[in-house]
C-alpha cells in the first residue's frame, strides 16, 4: 500500500523557516517524480514545487513563482524521503502542505497518490 | 499561466442522478493533458481522471472524462451518497501545472 505521511509543519512568525518532511512506503520511491502542493484554508489546490525521481542537480527541480527563491524541494532516494525547505515565510503561505506521489519518473505531474498535509501558519 | 474556471459552483443533485462538471481554460491544452481530482471533506485529493478521460487505477466506471481543446467535462453517471466532495480539474499542459477553483457536489 502506498503511504506519503508529512511532517514538520506548526507555526512559525513571518520571515522565518520551517522544514517539511514527507516518508515514503509501498512503492519504488526513487522510480517516481514528487511534488509540493498546498491548499490554503477553504481554497483551491496550488502547486508548489517537482523533483524528478534521480534529480542530476541541473536545475530540475521546478517552482510556483509564488515560491521560487524561497523554498528549495530535495529527496533522499536511501531514506524514500521527501523534502521542503521553506524560508522568508510569508501569511499567505500558510496552507495545508500535500507531499504528493507524480505518476511518472520525470516531467508530468499528474499526482496519483497523496498525503494526509501538514499544516504550516505562518503569522505576523 | 494556463487559468482553468470550474462551473458549476456547486451542483444538488439525487441519488441515482447525473452529474456534469465543467472545466474551461484559458487558453487551448494540448495532447489532452488534463485531469481530474476528487477531494471529500477533510481528506486529501484523489486522482480520478488523467489525459482527459483515462481514469486512474480503482475508480468505477461510474466516472468518465471528455473534452479538447479548453473545454473539458467529468461526468459521474449513477451518483452515490460518497461522490459528495469537491471536484477539481489541473492542466498539466503547460508549466506551472494549475487547478481549478472546485466545483462542490451535493446529493440531496
Known amino acids: 500500500e502506498v503511504q506519503l505521511v508529512e511532517s514538520g509543519g506548526g507555526s512559525v512568525q513571518r520571515g522565518g523557516s520551517l522544514r517539511l518532511s514527507c516518508a515514503a512506503s509501498?512503492?519504488?520511491?526513487?522510480?517516481?517524480?514528487m511534488s509540493w502542493a498546498r491548499q490554503a484554508p477553504g481554497g483551491r489546490l496550488e502547486w508548489v514545487s517537482g523533483i524528478p525521481s534521480i534529480p542530476t542537480g541541473g536545475g530540475d527541480t521546478y517552482y510556483a513563482d509564488s515560491v521560487r527563491g524561497r523554498f528549495t524541494i530535495s529527496r533522499d532516494n536511501t531514506r524514500n524521503t521527501l523534502y521542503l525547505q521553506m524560508s522568508d515565510l510569508r501569511a499567505d503561505d500558510t496552507a495545508l502542505y500535500f507531499c504528493?506521489?507524480?505518476?511518472?519518473?520525470?516531467?508530468?505531474?499528474?499526482?496519483?497518490?497523496w498525503g494526509q498535509g501538514s499544516l504550516v501558519t505562518v503569522s505576523s | 499561466e494556463i487559468v482553468l474556471a470550474q462551473s458549476p459552483g456547486t451542483l444538488s443533485l439525487s441519488p441515482g442522478d447525473r452529474a456534469t462538471l465543467s472545466c474551461r481554460a484559458s487558453q487551448t491544452i494540448r495532447n489532452n493533458y488534463l485531469a481530474w481530482y476528487q477531494q471529500r471533506a477533510g481528506q486529501a485529493p484523489r486522482l480520478l481522471i488523467y489525459?482527459?478521460?483515462t481514469r486512474a487505477t480503482g475508480v468505477p466506471d461510474r466516472f468518465s472524462g471528455s473534452g479538447s481543446g479548453s473545454d473539458f467535462t467529468l461526468t459521474i453517471s449513477r451518483l452515490e451518497p460518497e461522490d459528495v466532495a469537491v471536484y477539481y480539474c489541473?492542466?498539466?499542459?503547460?508549466?506551472?501545472?494549475?487547478f481549478g477553483q472546485g466545483t462542490r457536489l451535493e446529493i440531496k
Open positions: 504528493a506521489r507524480e505518476i511518472a519518473p520525470r516531467g508530468i505531474p499528474i499526482l496519483d497518490y
Open positions: 509501498g512503492f519504488a520511491f526513487s522510480s517516481h517524480g
Open positions: 489525459d482527459t478521460s
Open positions: 489541473q492542466q498539466y499542459d503547460n508549466p506551472p501545472t494549475t
